[in-house]
């Protein structure tokens, strides 16, 4: 499967083809697509890439038949493959210890869930560093990450999610340039899920926010001094936050391709902005400093001994390329 056509398998598998058209293009194709939703006036970007234990199972990946050669006795490609796809002979026995011939084999590094968040980190910086020589009349970009290293296979959707999304990404998060950073991994019964980074990034953070704020302030709080104060708070984590009214007019935040909002008397509301426009009047949330050293701390501390479990992890639209 060539490049191309691989992305394009990858970018089908997030969006869904009825909903949105590939934009036709010149020149340069940075970043790799142009979507425009069905009805839409504004076109939006989607950058793709891949991620993968190491380079050398990159290229396992991207050259389909690079595995079959080695186990026929061909070249490594390059010199660091000779260490990672070290190949080895095994000899194939039956069941009564005859000897049936020779076999060759290579191991597959398996990453754990730190070098994962690791691995993860630099893709997304990797892509974060490539950003401004993207079209700027496009009215944001996306990108998008075809998980490869089967590090969450056969975990719980709610787990591997949180898994994915952890302190090891939270600050390649902040400063990145994307609205939605979207990883398709492997989950229970080999699904194939979706994982919106800064979705479930700002959820996380509201929930764990929310169990530490009120016993540390002295008096009860309106929905609106909440959400002021968790506001100022993300900013000053350094989340580039943004205000906007809710449909219940109540004060919103969001960041990315989402949003929430307390309506007055009401449960949390929570606003996806599926790659339109954000609200009107829109506004970035100034830093004033303002929140407690003890919060900050107690908010760190409640992150670190509780996992959020989401249910906003949907199936990818189609299967991606293996």
């Known amino acids: 499967m060539g490049d191309k056509r691989r992305e394009r398998g990858i970018l089908w598998s997030v969006y869904r083809d009825d909903e949105f058209k590939e934009q036709a293009r010149e020149g340069d194709e940075r970043p790799d697509f142009v979507l425009r939703r069905n009805g839409g006036v504004n076109s939006f970007g989607v950058e793709v890439t891949e991620l993968y234990q190491s380079e050398s199972l990159a ?3 991207r050259i389909p038949t690079y595995g079959r050669d080695l186990l026929a006795g061909g070249r490594h490609i390059h010199k660091a493959d000779l260490r990672e796809l070290k190949v080895v002979t095994a000899e194939h026995r039956d069941n009564l210890g005859n000897r049936k011939g020779m076999v060759d084999v290579f191991f597959v590094p398996k990453l754990d869930p730190l070098e994962y968040g690791r691995r993860l980190a630099e893709r997304i910086d990797d892509k974060a560093q490539k950003a401004s020589g993207y079209d700027r009349t496009l009215s944001h970009i996306n990108l998008v990450i075809h998980d490869m290293t089967g590090t969450f296979r056969g975990w719980g ?3 591997a999610a949180a898994a994915v999304v952890t302190s090891l990404c939270y600050d390649t998060i902040a400063r990145s340039p994307f609205r939605e950073i979207v990883v398709i991994t ?8 979706l994982v919106p980074m800064k979705q479930h990034l700002l959820l996380s953070h509201a929930y764990a926010f929310d169990a530490v704020y009120s016993p540390l302030v002295d008096s009860e709080r309106t ?3 909440w959400t002021d104060a968790f506001a100022q708070f993300m900013c000053e984590r350094g989340f580039r936050v943004y205000r906007h009214v ?15 909002g307390i309506p ?3 449960d949390l509301a929570i606003y996806d902005h599926a790659d339109e426009p954000l609200p009107v009047g829109s506004v970035a ?3 004033g400093q303002t929140t407690s050293p003890e919060l900050h701390a107690a908010f760190s501390t409640f992150l670190a001994e509780n996992v959020f479990v989401s249910g906003f992890i949907q199936n990818a639209v189609a299967t991606p390329p293996s």
């Open 223 to 225: 929905e609106a001094e």
């Open 246 to 260: 809710g449909a219940s007019e109540e004060a919103a935040i969001g960041y990315g391709n989402a949003s929430l």
């Open 264 to 266: 007055l008397g009401e």
């Open 186 to 193: 492997t989950a229970e019964e080999n699904a194939w899920v």
């Open 59 to 61: 290229r396992i990946g």
């Open 157 to 159: 959707r709610g787990d």
């Open 285 to 287: 949330v100034v830093c």
